[in-house]
Nanobody, 125 residues
Framework: QVQLVESGGGLVQAGGSLRLSCAAS????????MGWFRQAPGKEREFVAA????????YYADSVKGRFTISRDNAKNTVYLQMNSLKPEDTAVYYC??????????????????WGQGTQVTASS
């Protein structure tokens, strides 16, 4: 079993920055594809970014490309999401997720096996 715990959310003015962290339990973190998703009120959960097990490959939703950066530190069992130039439409609960049985990259949403509890990000205008 893998547990994921997100942190780093908060309230920021539009144009500001936040860095989210997701700490994972388990000794096989370095073999997982990791992803970030978000869900705004009244909307479906949507993909934000993914990173391969080694960190060599990343993939972003068009809406965040050029503003957000996903990274990982396998020695610390942690994945990060650096969010710059935040917009009010980025306001959502952000979730990290782990795909423990990677068959392709980026994996579809349904391939992720483990999810965190989420952290709120609010960008005010």
């Amino acid at each position: 079993q893998v547990q994921l715990v997100e942190s780093g959310g908060g309230l920021v003015q539009a144009g500001g920055s936040l860095r989210l962290s997701c700490a994972a339990s388990g000794r096989t973190f370095s073999s997982y594809v990791m992803g970030w998703f978000r869900q705004a009120p009244g909307k479906e959960r949507e993909f934000v970014a993914a990173i391969s097990w080694s960190g060599a490959n990343t993939y972003y939703a068009d809406s965040v490309k050029g503003r957000f950066t996903i990274s990982r530190d396998n020695a610390k069992n942690t994945v990060y999401l650096q969010m710059n130039s935040l917009k009010p439409e980025d306001t959502a609960v952000y979730y990290c997720a782990a795909d423990a049985n990677t068959l392709g990259f980026p994996p579809p949403r349904t391939a992720y096996d483990y999810w965190g509890q989420g952290t709120q990000v609010t960008a005010s205008s």
